[in-house]
């Protein structure tokens, strides 16, 4: 037995002494250390060499190169530590290796086929340059206005109470997704490759820590810029944006979707509606195109099916509140980034969670049309303003919704529209308890013990906030189950429930409550032979990375049929 043990050990040190003299290699290790020691470079060389001796590995300093892969912040159990995963390459240079590729994207040739792309968000743009990697010419159309023009539109909704219907948070070049927070982590880790994403972004500009953080954000100061060298490189390519044209109906032909019909206005003024063919049409509308949907009820009511969504309000706290209590009163020390937090609770069957949280960030107006008021969120890429915010939602189930929006659906019908109408009514109910685009709001402890608020802490939503009984008019199934679920966060975050931390109303379009059918292989909507629903207004992505890998597997089926077409 003896004899046996010692000739492994001969072997194993016989194995490591081979690795450590001839491997040129590359292997993962992390290594766990004080935010502080961050760019200590020595200290992280040692401590990654000590990991590697622990793999039984063996190499000189000076032979060992780390590449930072991904990062993250454990803030568990009172103490905070940074843990860094690297590439450690060993006698090998990582330069070669590391080459980031980027998809091959082709010019379009004068007679390629045009493929009609609806929208211009994240489905819509990821989706066009996986189109010209198939030599196809994308027509992107869009009812919004490029992204200089949208800036004033946008502005206009906080200084003047202004929703333009057309150019506002989520209509316009880039979608949603231009103002947006632009945080980049997804958990639909199943329907894609995350990493082409991610790196596509940082070839258009985004910087290079989106490609090792663990919670990757560009920032919404740094989006426009990087939408707008995406739309150069897909306009170099051959492809063709059509701002200020919104998509009004569809053209058949025998069964079959040709085209669509656009009405496009100049300068305020309409032009008559016009035909554009394609050999497919891309729906990549996102979940606020409420005239989409109707537009399909009309059309193909069997195209449509009710699906879950959520409806609830944003929550702000000071962002000091929620660094002290997430970073255990340690930040300023270890110089963090501003803290997050993400909190779930099951109430009544339903779940209650936090969504899109916003450390350091602003609550935004993000109404589509007048008499609305919508709330989201969003942040700088240094997340420093004076405020952390969150959506707090609850799921709804179709069979939550009112039965008297089901028998207005059912009237129109089409059943799978009821949540559609309720989050209408709930953002019109909204502007009527607030005062133009001032949003209504409530202290947080007021809501909980249902009493008035007399004053509201400062908050981040420029439009303003006025005070109103959220706890009174929100829908008992959602303001209730808000109730419970944030007492039950306060047991996991002591001091979420706190003097300061204020709830604005309403957070309607986490997701859309409608969903877009499509068949499993072709993709296309089955009732609109042709058509095919792509992003988060069809409901099979929600967010920006997922969106965008919606945009590119559909247009890669679509780049499939027309070829097989050919
Ligand atoms: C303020 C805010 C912050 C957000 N923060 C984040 C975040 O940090 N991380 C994240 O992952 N997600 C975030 N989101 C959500 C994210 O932006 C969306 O999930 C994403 O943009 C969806 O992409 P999409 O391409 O499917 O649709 P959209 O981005 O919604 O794009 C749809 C486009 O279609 C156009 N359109 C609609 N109807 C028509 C028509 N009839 N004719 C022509 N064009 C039409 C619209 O103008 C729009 O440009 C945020 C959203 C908002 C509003």
Same mark, same amino acid.
């Given at each position: 037995m003896d004899v046996i043990q010692s000739f492994t050990e001969s072997a194993a040190v016989f194995v490591q002494t081979l690795l450590c003299y001839t491997a040129r290699m590359v292997t993962e290790l992390t290594v766990i250390i004080r935010p502080q020691d961050e760019h200590n470079m020595t200290l992280i060389k040692h401590k990654a060499s000590d990991e590697l001796v622990r793999k039984g590995i063996r190499c000189k300093l000076g032979e060992l190169t780390l590449v930072q892969i991904k990062k993250s912040i454990d803030a568990r159990h009172g103490q905070v530590k940074l843990c860094i995963r690297y590439k450690a390459y060993i006698g090998e240079n990582p330069e070669a290796a590391e080459q980031e590729a980027v998809p091959q994207w082709k010019a379009a040739a004068p007679d390629a086929p045009r493929v009609i792309i609806v929208g211009s968000g994240p489905a819509g743009l990821f989706g066009a340059l996986r189109l010209l990697e198939s030599g196809i010419r994308p027509v992107i159309i869009e009812r919004g206005k490029e992204t200089p023009r949208r800036k004033q539109d946008i502005a206009a909704i906080s200084t003047k109470g202004i929703v333009d219907a057309d150019s506002n948070y989520c209509f316009g070049e880039g979608g949603a997704g231009t103002f947006s927070d632009g945080k980049l982590y997804t958990r639909s880790n199943k329907r894609g490759d995350i990493g082409r994403i991610l790196r596509i972004f940082h070839y258009f500009g985004a910087d290079k820590s989106i490609l090792t953080d663990a919670h990757p954000h560009i920032g919404t100061d740094r989006l426009p810029a990087i939408v707008n060298a995406m739309r150069a490189k897909i306009t170099e390519l051959g492809g063709e944006f059509r701002f200020n044209t919104r998509c009004t109906g569809f053209v058949m032909q025998n069964g079959f979707l040709t085209g669509v019909t656009v009405r496009s206005s100049a300068d305020g003024a309409d032009v008559a509606e016009q035909t554009i063919s394609g050999s497919a049409v891309v729906l990549a509308t996102g979940h606020s195109a409420t005239d989409i949907y109707e537009l399909i009820a009309r059309t193909a009511p069997g195209a449509l099916e009710a699906k879950t969504f959520a409806a609830g309000v944003r929550a702000e706290h000071p962002r000091e509140l929620i660094d002290a209590i997430q970073y255990h009163g340690k930040k300023d020390a270890a110089r963090l980034p501003a803290a997050e937090y993400r909190l779930?609770?099951?109430?009544?069957?339903?779940?209650?969670?936090?969504?899109?949280?916003?450390?350091?960030?602003?609550?935004?107006?993000?109404?589509?049309?007048?008499?609305?008021?919508?709330?989201?969120?969003?942040?700088?890429?240094?997340?420093?303003?004076?405020?952390?915010?969150?959506?707090?939602?609850?799921?709804?189930?179709?069979?939550?919704? &009112?039965?008297?929006?089901?028998?207005?659906?059912?009237? /129109?019908?089409? %059943? $799978? +529209?009821?949540? @559609?109408?309720?989050r209408t009514e709930l953002e019109r109910q909204t502007f009527r308890h607030?005062?133009?685009?001032?949003?209504?709001?409530?202290?947080?402890?007021?809501?909980?013990?249902?009493?008035?608020?007399?004053?509201?802490?400062?908050?981040?939503?420029?439009?303003?906030?006025?005070?109103?009984?959220?706890?009174?008019?929100?829908?008992?199934?959602?303001?209730?189950?808000?109730?419970?679920?944030?007492?039950?966060?306060?047991?996991?975050?002591?001091?979420?429930?706190?003097?300061?931390?204020?709830?604005?109303?309403?957070?309607?379009?986490?997701?859309? &409550?409608?969903?877009?059918?499509?068949?499993?292989?072709? /993709?296309?909507? %089955? $009732? +609109?032979?042709? @058509?095919?629903?792509?992003?988060?207004?069809?409901?099979?992505?929600?967010?920006?990375?997922?969106?965008?890998?919606?945009?590119?597997?559909?247009?890669?089926?679509?780049?499939?049929?027309?070829?097989?077409?050919?």
């Amino acid at each position: 037995m003896d004899v046996i043990q010692s000739f492994t050990e001969s072997a194993a040190v016989f194995v490591q002494t081979l690795l450590c003299y001839t491997a040129r290699m590359v292997t993962e290790l992390t290594v766990i250390i004080r935010p502080q020691d961050e760019h200590n470079m020595t200290l992280i060389k040692h401590k990654a060499s000590d990991e590697l001796v622990r793999k039984g590995i063996r190499c000189k300093l000076g032979e060992l190169t780390l590449v930072q892969i991904k990062k993250s912040i454990d803030a568990r159990h009172g103490q905070v530590k940074l843990c860094i995963r690297y590439k450690a390459y060993i006698g090998e240079n990582p330069e070669a290796a590391e080459q980031e590729a980027v998809p091959q994207w082709k010019a379009a040739a004068p007679d390629a086929p045009r493929v009609i792309i609806v929208g211009s968000g994240p489905a819509g743009l990821f989706g066009a340059l996986r189109l010209l990697e198939s030599g196809i010419r994308p027509v992107i159309i869009e009812r919004g206005k490029e992204t200089p023009r949208r800036k004033q539109d946008i502005a206009a909704i906080s200084t003047k109470g202004i929703v333009d219907a057309d150019s506002n948070y989520c209509f316009g070049e880039g979608g949603a997704g231009t103002f947006s927070d632009g945080k980049l982590y997804t958990r639909s880790n199943k329907r894609g490759d995350i990493g082409r994403i991610l790196r596509i972004f940082h070839y258009f500009g985004a910087d290079k820590s989106i490609l090792t953080d663990a919670h990757p954000h560009i920032g919404t100061d740094r989006l426009p810029a990087i939408v707008n060298a995406m739309r150069a490189k897909i306009t170099e390519l051959g492809g063709e944006f059509r701002f200020n044209t919104r998509c009004t109906g569809f053209v058949m032909q025998n069964g079959f979707l040709t085209g669509v019909t656009v009405r496009s206005s100049a300068d305020g003024a309409d032009v008559a509606e016009q035909t554009i063919s394609g050999s497919a049409v891309v729906l990549a509308t996102g979940h606020s195109a409420t005239d989409i949907y109707e537009l399909i009820a009309r059309t193909a009511p069997g195209a449509l099916e009710a699906k879950t969504f959520a409806a609830g309000v944003r929550a702000e706290h000071p962002r000091e509140l929620i660094d002290a209590i997430q970073y255990h009163g340690k930040k300023d020390a270890a110089r963090l980034p501003a803290a997050e937090y993400r909190l779930t609770a099951q109430i009544d069957g339903r779940g209650v969670y936090s969504f899109c949280m916003c450390p350091g960030g602003f609550i935004v107006p993000s109404a589509t049309g007048p008499e609305q008021i919508v709330v989201n969120g969003m942040s700088s890429a240094a997340r420093n303003s004076r405020w952390s915010n969150a959506a707090i939602v609850v799921e709804i189930r179709p069979e939550d919704i &009112p039965q008297t929006y089901r028998d207005q659906a059912a009237a /129109l019908g089409c %059943p $799978a +529209l009821a949540g @559609l109408l309720f989050r209408t009514e709930l953002e019109r109910q909204t502007f009527r308890h607030g005062n133009g685009q001032a949003a209504p709001a409530q202290r947080l402890t007021d809501f909980l013990t249902h009493r008035s608020s007399e004053d509201l802490p400062d908050t981040s939503y420029t439009p303003g906030v006025t005070p109103s009984r959220l706890d009174e008019w929100l829908p008992p199934f959602i303001a209730d189950r808000l109730a419970a679920g944030i007492q039950e966060f306060n047991k996991n975050m002591k001091g979420f429930v706190a003097p300061d931390a204020l709830l604005v109303a309403s957070e309607t379009r986490t997701s859309t &409550p409608v969903r877009i059918l499509r068949d499993k292989e072709t /993709l296309q909507s %089955p $009732a +609109l032979p042709n @058509l095919y629903p792509a992003g988060e207004g069809s409901g099979y992505s929600g967010g920006i990375v997922s969106s965008a890998m919606d945009g590119e597997h559909v247009c890669k089926a679509v780049a499939e049929a027309v070829a097989a077409a050919r």
